[in-house]
């Protein structure tokens, strides 16, 4: 059995504090919605893919609220919470499935369907994923998960 604590515990030895946190700042809420209204300004996303992700988004919150995982940081001393942000709201009060690596997965799927050639798009929530690990916020099990349903939901709804 793969021990996630450990795996967070490892990856916060290494000093990339700041670089996690700029990775994952844009898909905090506020700058994702930032992002997205940039995107759609531009014409990048068309409205139903801002209905898309909005939906998508209530359904990642659905999950989290039925699974109600802790976050390592909450439950594990040896974890440390390099977010500086206590997550104790309902929107972001639980780690499974990770919203940021949903909400990336999905956008980048999006993105691929109208930039084609690009696929260091595919990079993004890998990323993503690997900062919210390393902040200790999340289990790597929140990570795949958010991957996993962030592409079976792309594949249902667009």
Known sequence: ?????????????L????????????FNTFGFLMMLLFFYQYKILNKKDIDVIGAGSILNLII???????????????????SNKVHNNIFDKYSFPSGHTFSST?????????????????????????????LGVHYPSDILFGLIIGFIYFKIAY
């Open 64 to 82: 989290k609220i039925i699974f109600k995982r802790t976050r390592p940081y909450q439950k594990y001393s040896s974890v440390r919470n390099f």
């Open 106 to 134: 999905l956008l980048s799927l999006i993105l691929l369907t109208k930039y084609k050639d690009q696929t260091i798009i595919n990079l993004i929530p890998l990323f993503v994923g690997l900062s919210r690990v390393f």
């Open 1 to 13: 059995m793969i021990d996630e604590i450990k795996i967070i515990e490892n990856i916060q030895k």
């Open 15 to 26: 000093n990339i504090n700041q670089l996690m946190i700029i990775i994952s700042k844009p």
